[in-house]
């Protein structure tokens, strides 16, 4: 079985500006959970989804969001980007959302 | 955010040597994970535990999942140069609505000279 991707690998953006990531879940695997990863903050949980709906949120500002399609690949997307948001953005993929998830290689997004 | 505090931080060891790392947690939790992540990688998963009590090994690796569902450890026996990276733990609690969130450790840091 092929496992987690995410596009893009890299990311550069400036303030202000929005950007989107994806992420393919293991193949059967129907809950998506994102992650942000950050030296001060270490890793910090975002969303998850589930058969296309968002079941549990992390403390993140409204300008983070996310979705997922109906075959179980997730979107995020960050608003009005900030210097703090570079980060590495993870995202994790189980069968059911309350087993064990296993992680993508991350998108890398530096904010200038 | 709630984090787990993993102990010790870092850890400078020879070859050979066998390594220990724990997490505690103020919450219990129905699974604990073990991850190691290298630099600008996601992390690996090295072994999952689901019961209190349960110890698990994965070849050179052991882990065991408290009793009180508040703990848990792993270790590294004879330690090799490609052990070298971040190890994290994480705890999952299914209860309610906790719906895909782990929780994670801060992370130790293994270094291996050889």
């Known amino acids: 079985k092929a496992g987690v991707t995410q596009t893009p690998r890299y990311l550069i953006k400036t303030r202000g500006q929005q950007v989107t990531l994806s992420c393919s879940p293991i193949s059967g695997h129907r809950s998506v959970s994102w992650y942000q990863q950050t030296p001060g903050q270490g890793l910090q949980f975002l969303f998850e989804y589930f058969s296309e709906t968002q079941r549990n949120k992390g403390n993140f500002p409204g300008r983070f969001s996310g979705r997922q399609f109906s075959n179980s690949r997730s979107e995020m997307n960050v608003s009005t980007l900030e210097l703090g948001d570079s980060a590495l953005y993870l995202c994790?993929?189980?069968?059911?959302?309350?087993?064990?998830?296993?992680f993508g290689p991350g998108t890398r997004l530096l904010v200038l | 955010g709630q984090q787990l505090n993993q102990s010790p931080q870092s850890m400078f060891i020879q070859e050979g040597e066998d390594v220990s790392m724990n997490c505690t947690s103020s919450?219990?939790?129905?699974?604990w994970l073990w991850y190691k992540q290298d630099p600008g990688e996601g992390p690996v998963l090295l072994i999952a535990?689901?019961?209190?009590?349960e110890l698990t090994s994965n070849g050179r690796l052991t882990a065991q999942f408290g009793i009180t569902r508040k703990d848990s450890f792993l270790n590294i026996s004879a330690s090799i140069p490609s052990d070298v990276g971040i190890y994290f733990c994480?705890?999952?609690?299914?209860?309610?609505?906790?719906?895909?969130?782990?929780?994670f450790g801060q992370g130790t840091i293994l270094t291996v000279h050889p």
């Open positions: 535990l689901y019961k209190a009590g």
């Open positions: 994480a705890g999952l609690y299914a209860g309610g609505t906790s719906y895909g969130k782990l929780t």
């Open positions: 994790a993929s189980s069968s059911q959302g309350k087993e064990t998830q296993y």
């Open positions: 919450s219990i939790f129905n699974t």
